[in-house]
């Protein structure tokens, strides 16, 4: 039991990023703008935020094989939990995330592919998706594809993932 909470209090946020970023949530879910990917609800991905905002270890890629982007994510929340805000935000209602010299799309194929059993949350999907797609070469990301579709589709290389922590766009330490 103290082993527990040893290991979660090591990885928690803190708690004046935490509230920052909550009221960043609030000012998302009250911004007028609609968002650029059909299937999915502006309410379900406040709701994952919050959740995620709360508690980083909530991060889950489900029966998608997005593992590294994951554990960028995961980190990102951790650490700077008002750029995740930004990043989602961003992704909803533009499709792009943007840094200085730098923007990640979510391109109109993926955000059209996205609905059915995404086997995540929205709020995991939209991002984890994106990085996972803007790394692809061969494979798009399809929530719905076949297993090994997926798989292969999913796969990360240690270098992308360097890319992506690096990325002037989803840099940790932004």
Do not use: H
């Not at 890319?163 to 989803?170: E, G, I, K, L, W």
Request: glycine share 6%.
């Amino acid at each position: 039991m103290t082993m527990t909470l040893m290991t979660t209090d090591r990885y928690s946020s803190d708690l004046n990023l935490v509230s920052a970023a909550q009221a960043a949530i609030d000012n998302f879910e009250q911004s007028p703008k609609l968002g650029v990917w059909p299937f999915l609800q502006k309410a379900n991905i406040i709701r994952d935020m919050r959740i995620r905002i709360s508690d980083p270890f909530q991060v889950n890629q489900g029966g998608q094989p997005f593992c590294g982007p994951a554990a960028v994510l995961f980190e990102l929340i951790r650490r700077n939990p008002v750029r995740y805000v930004k990043i989602c935000q961003q992704l909803f209602e533009t499709g792009i995330i943007s840094g200085t010299t730098q923007t990640i799309s979510a391109e109109a194929v993926l955000r059209q592919n996205s609905r059915g059993d995404l086997r995540m949350g929205q709020a995991d999907w939209i991002v984890l998706a994106t990085l996972r797609e803007a790394a692809n070469l061969l494979f798009p990301v399809e929530p719905n594809a076949p297993s090994l579709l997926r798989n292969m589709a999913g796969m990360t290389k240690p270098w992308e993932i360097i890319r992506v922590v690096y990325s002037d766009s989803v840099v940790l330490n932004k």
